[in-house]
């Protein structure tokens, strides 16, 4: 009978026989360990064991690109190969358990004295066992509902300064920008539960302005409250934010971890934004980390709605086919044999972006299907922020006809004041 597996791919550097790598790898992550033990049957591997799929050597460096005390001791010189391996994990193994599915396709693989950078780079899940996990309970087609926005993408912004306003001077800037016209505001990832804002006393104050605005226009606002903590009061803080009528809540996914995301998944109706603040620390190393691919599956795996995936041209050091490679995986299926069943998460673009930067971002999704934030390209508008959302609009009518920026601002007045003060 055909085992049911996942797979994962790495890239790893060695200045050993790359075979023998992939080899430790799935023995150390699997059933075996560096001697054969009691116990260890064939019945038992043929069941439990990984089984290494590929092999790929690459090329060869001269320096090791990470320190090993264990291949000093064994006076080990190079070269360092590197090379692509592949691993099927049996799904029997892990069970619907998602913080053991990450301790086995990573885990001691980063500690392995063999290798001189390792890096995770995907995870491949058949339906079946994507299907034991959460899913998106929101999704993309649920806050284009929300919102009222189709056929475009998504305009949203973040509450600036990012700490230091108290709760009444928070709720006058999500009033003006309810009235400027966005769809989407997002509390800053360094602003959660502070003393001078308190999510109990902000939450309201919030939602007052923003259930009125509904109220008086039948047009709703996005407001993705920051409620990162520790569970329980994630719960407690997704709980208030419903009572008062909110949408959605935004947690920062790598300090409150999978266990967490999968609890708060299971506990709220809210769209949950995920801000992936800090996976630098993951994934800047080329030869070392987790990169994107199976970052987002792991995390997508706990149900979230929205995934951050940084901006094209903006402050953050990812290359453009990085972010854009990013975004369009949120928008594919999961599972590598996905049912007509969508389980798309909807890409959220920010940082440094504006009018200006909306063309490549949208031929980088391929899709209207995506979050596009302006902070200072709203707020910093030269003629306030309703003509900052206006020059966004008025850029995405540009992009769907096939127009020039330049050539469409000759009519757009919002666009054209947005190009001469942020495109210089």
């Known amino acids: 009978m055909r085992r049911e597996t996942v ?48 092999v790929e050597t690459l090329e060869s460096v001269d320096a090791p690109s990470l320190a090993s005390a264990y291949l000093e001791r064994k006076k080990v010189s190079g070269p360092w190969w590197r090379a692509r391996v592949r691993v099927a994990y049996p799904v ?55 919102v009222g926005a189709h056929d475009r993408p998504l305009f949203g912004t973040i509450i600036k300064p990012n700490v230091g306003m108290r709760s009444p001077e928070i709720a006058d800037l999500v009033e003006l920008l309810c009235n400027a016209g966005v769809d989407f505001i997002k509390d800053d990832e360094i602003c959660a539960d502070p003393d001078h804002a308190p999510l109990a006393e902000r939450v309201p104050a919030v939602m007052a302005r923003i259930r009125a605005y509904r ?7 996005m407001m993705a409250f920051n409620i990162t903590d520790e569970t329980d009061a994630m719960r407690r803080h997704a709980a208030l934010v419903e009572r008062e009528g909110g949408s959605c809540v935004m947690t920062s996914l790598n300090w409150c971890g999978l266990s967490a995301m999968q609890s708060l998944r299971r506990a709220t109706p809210l769209a949950i934004h995920a801000h992936r603040n800090g996976f630098g620390a993951f994934a800047r190393h080329p030869l070392l980390g987790i990169g994107f691919d199976a970052y987002q599956a792991l995390y997508r795996l ?55 930067t909306l063309p490549v971002t949208a031929k980088a999704a391929g899709s209207s299907d995506f979050l596009f934030m302006a902070g200072g390209g709203i707020l ?19 992009v769907a006809q096939g127009e020039a920026l330049e050539t469409a601002a000759a009519a757009r007045p919002d666009l054209a004041a947005a190009l001469r003060f942020f495109g210089g």
């Open 7 to 54: 797979e994962a791919t790495y890239l790893i550097e060695t200045p050993l026989d790359p075979q023998k790598i992939a080899a430790i790898m799935a023995g150390e992550q699997s059933s075996g360990t560096f001697v054969k033990v009691a116990g260890e049957t064939d019945e038992l591997r043929a069941r439990a064991a990984a089984d290494v799929l590929s």
């Open 92 to 146: 029997a193994n892990i069970g619907s358990n998602l913080p053991t599915l990450a301790a086995t396709v990573a885990g001691n693989l980063y500690d392995l004295g063999e290798v001189t950078g390792l890096r995770l780079l995907d995870i491949s899940l058949p339906q079946a066992y994507r299907d034991r996990f959460d899913k998106p309970q929101v999704g993309i087609a649920g806050t284009r509902a929300n």
């Open 215 to 221: 109220d008086r226009t039948g047009r709703d606002v």
């Open 302 to 356: 706990a149900g979230v709605d929205h995934m951050h995936v940084h901006g094209i041209g903006g402050k953050f050091s990812d290359q453009a086919d990085e972010v854009e490679a990013a975004a369009r995986r949120c928008l594919a299926p999961l599972a590598v044999d996905a049912s007509g069943e969508t389980d798309a998460v909807m890409p959220a673009f920010s940082s440094g972006q504006w009018a200006g």
């Open 380 to 398: 910093a508008h030269p003629d306030g922020p309703a003509a900052g959302v206006r020059s966004l609009r008025q850029a995405w009518e540009a």
